[in-house]
């Protein structure tokens, strides 16, 4: 009667080592963070749709005007402000954020 309880108790000593080796494999590393706010666009240019566009300090209404571009004025895109409608422009020799939908 040995035979079968030693046998039993061999299978489960095994079963036990079988799932601890597949519950031990370590976990991958973490994901690195979302993308910066600011996407590119390298050598792009465009141009001022209406009679003028402001540049400004920041890409917000209530920053710093920068300069008054006139209708036509081509600016360098130097980058885009991801969810704000907002482009980092140069325009001039003036870098600077114009909202999106004065530009084409």
Partial sequence: MTRPVVSLTLAIVLTGM???????????????PAAPALLTAADA??????????LRAKPT??????????HATKVD???KVEHD????????????YIRADLLK
């Fill in 18 to 32: 079988f799932a601890q080796a597949v519950t031990a494999a370590p976990l991958p590393p973490p994901r690195a």
């Fill in 45 to 54: 240019q465009m141009e001022v749709a209406g009679a003028y566009a402001n």
């Fill in 61 to 70: 209404t209530q920053a710093k005007l920068l300069a008054k571009l006139n």
């Fill in 77 to 79: 895109i130097l980058g």
């Fill in 85 to 96: 409608h907002w482009y980092h422009v140069k325009a001039n020799g003036i870098e600077g």
